[in-house]
């Protein structure tokens, strides 16, 4: 079974992930994966989290936010094997942007199943 933490900011972003982010947990342990997920406490939080992950050799690092939440969470995985996954929920999402990632909504979650 694959493991991943996926972490998300309540105050970031143009609106509250909480309920996306619980959805995609499900959605994803439906799927095998387990999932353990943490309310962050802003950008540094986030690196040490996905240490954490690192540190535990879990499969993924999962991040629900924006440009600066990817940043964070990118320095805590530099150098390892754990995957970084990304739900854009920041206010630009810049990053997700350039690469093709649509931003993370409650439909696109729906059509998932």
């Known amino acids: 079974m694959s493991e991943a933490y996926l972490v998300y900011n309540p105050a970031a972003g143009r609106f509250p992930s909480k309920m996306l982010t619980e959805r995609a947990a499900d959605i994803l342990e439906a799927q095998g994966w387990q ?10 939080h986030i690196t040490e989290l996905a240490k954490q992950a690192v540190a535990q050799a879990m499969d993924a690092f999962l991040v629900a936010g924006g ?47």
């Not at 999932?35 to 540094?44: K, M, R, S, V, Y």
């Not at 600066?68 to 754990?82: C, E, H, I, M, Y």
């Open 35 to 44: 999932i353990q997920l943490e309310t962050t406490h802003g950008g540094p």
């Open 67 to 113: 440009d600066g939440s990817v940043n964070f969470a990118v320095n805590g995985l530099v150098a390892s094997q754990t995957a970084l996954g990304v739900l854009p929920a920041g206010t630009a999402n810049v990053w997700a942007k350039e690469i093709g990632l649509p931003d993370l909504t409650w439909t696109r979650l729906n059509a998932l199943e």
